[in-house]
């Protein structure tokens, strides 16, 4: 019985470990609608020593708190597989092609988790790819 006890009263405290308050996130990239006023938010989530570093994108309103955005993409480098983009988080390039229009690209072999088409009556269109190299100038 007091085996049983114990179980019934740890459960809620272990239930805990699976949730966001345990992982750190830091913005890297703001993109602001040219037409509205959503943004969409590039974001590293550290989640600990036992996960990779997850690139979040979120598309929300200006009016809004962060908490109300949605997120519309989650990755992560595939054990290092993807292209860095800096901070822990993989190549990404956000930008709002038109009014309610935007465009993801990300390193083409990341891991991808979530991609949404859709958020805050904003079209969303996702592109595997790496970013243009530069020629070299002498």
């Not at 405290?13 to 037409?35: N, P, Y």
């Not at 590039?42 to 979040?56: L, P, W």
Request: a neutral charge.
């Amino acid at each position: 019985m007091k085996h049983l006890l114990l179980c019934c009263f740890s459960m809620p405290l272990l239930s805990g470990c699976g949730t966001d308050a345990l992982c750190s996130s830091e913005t890297l990239h703001v993109a602001r609608d040219i037409g509205g006023d959503r943004v969409a938010v590039t974001s590293v989530r550290n989640c600990g020593a036992t996960s990779d570093y997850a690139t979040v994108i979120s598309v929300g309103r200006a009016t809004e708190p962060q908490a109300a955005a949605t997120e519309i993409f989650v990755a992560d480098s595939d054990h290092g597989a993807a292209l860095d983009g800096g901070g822990g988080a993989i190549w990404t390039s956000v930008v709002w092609s038109a009014p309610g229009k935007l465009s993801v690209a990300y390193a083409s072999k990341a891991r991808v988790f979530k991609q949404l088409p859709s958020a805050k009556g904003a079209e969303i269109r996702f592109k595997a790819s790496d970013p243009p190299i530069s020629p070299l100038v002498d």
